[in-house]
């Protein structure tokens, strides 16, 4: 017997507390709050981490209720093709992150 799939929690549950963990280590609760609301570059990347994490477990569990004759394939496909482009744009990215940063280090001071 299948065990029964445990439910999708929405993604911005899961930014809002993800966005917590990115404050520095010595902050308060109070302080990562109104961290949070800050538009800071460490937020940005925090919540687009936790969105790429949202949609491939997203695209996990929809596979399993597909598998089970709980989802459509078609959900399950478009779920999938989601979780893979933002795949690649976060590696894009972060190939592009990695030329500017070798960039930068070889200017001459």
Not at 23 to 31: D, I, K, L, N
Not at 36 to 53: K, T
Not at 73 to 101: C, G, I, P
Request: net charge negative; no cysteine.
């Amino acid at each position: 017997m299948i065990p029964a799939i445990p439910s999708i929690p929405s993604i911005g549950a899961a930014e809002s507390s993800g966005a917590a963990q990115f404050a520095s280590p010595g902050a308060s609760a109070g302080t990562a709050a109104g961290a949070a609301s800050s538009s800071s570059f460490e937020n940005i990347l925090g919540q687009a981490i936790d969105s790429l994490n949202g949609a491939t477990n997203n695209a996990t569990n929809v596979s399993l209720q597909a598998a089970a004759g709980n989802a459509s394939v078609a959900d399950a496909t478009v779920a999938s093709t989601e979780a893979d482009l933002d795949t690649q744009l976060a590696s894009a990215l972060a190939s592009k992150a990695v030329s500017a940063l070798n960039t930068i280090m070889d200017m001459q001071a």
